[in-house]
């Protein structure tokens, strides 16, 4: 094993739909998908950027109520996993419709206040946005890889770090937790 520490920070949102729009499923071994990409380096730790759930149930409908259910386990599950952080951000309804509030914010500051936890930072999201963070980091002398699904890939992204991973069938064959398409 490598002495080389990398820390995680997956955009929990940007991955979700990458998943679902490329590879039609969400049965993703999160541990299996570490293992792979630390590729023999020491794991320092992973931090998922995600959206509490709304627990209104006033305003929840049956399948809502069921969906919430669903991402309070997944995110609970992801809390037991050893060196796991699961860091919330929140939703504001704006105009009748939900947005993610203060996720990317905080990955682009850990990244930036984490970099003596780790030489190599890999950044699992697709959004252009993390760019400046990512110059930031490199300028101090650390590396930084990015993975995503093909459709929402950023080329500005892929290129301001120093290697890219495209999740696709290929790559996360062996990091599914079912054989059988998981949606």
Known sequence: MSSERVTFFIDGTNLYFGLIKD???????????????????????????????????QTLQEADIERVKRQLKFLDALRRIPYFEVILGRLVNHNGSYIEKGVDVALAVDMLDLQSTYETAI?????????????????????????????????????????????????????????????
Request: aromatic share 10%.
């Open 23 to 57: 590879l039609q499923r969400l049965d993703l071994d999160f541990q299996k998908l570490v293992n792979k990409l630390l590729d023999g380096r020491t794991l320092s730790r992973v931090y998922y950027y995600a959206v509490a759930p709304s627990h209104d149930q």
């Open 123 to 183: 950044l699992i999201s697709g959004d252009s946005d993390f760019c400046r963070a990512v110059q930031v980091v490199k300028r101090g002398g650390k590396h930084v890889e990015n993975a995503t699904t093909r459709t929402l890939s950023s080329k500005e992204l892929q290129q301001s770090c120093d290697v890219y991973h495209l999740l696709d069938e290929d790559f996360l064959y062996d990091c599914w937790r079912n054989k059988t398409n998981g949606i």
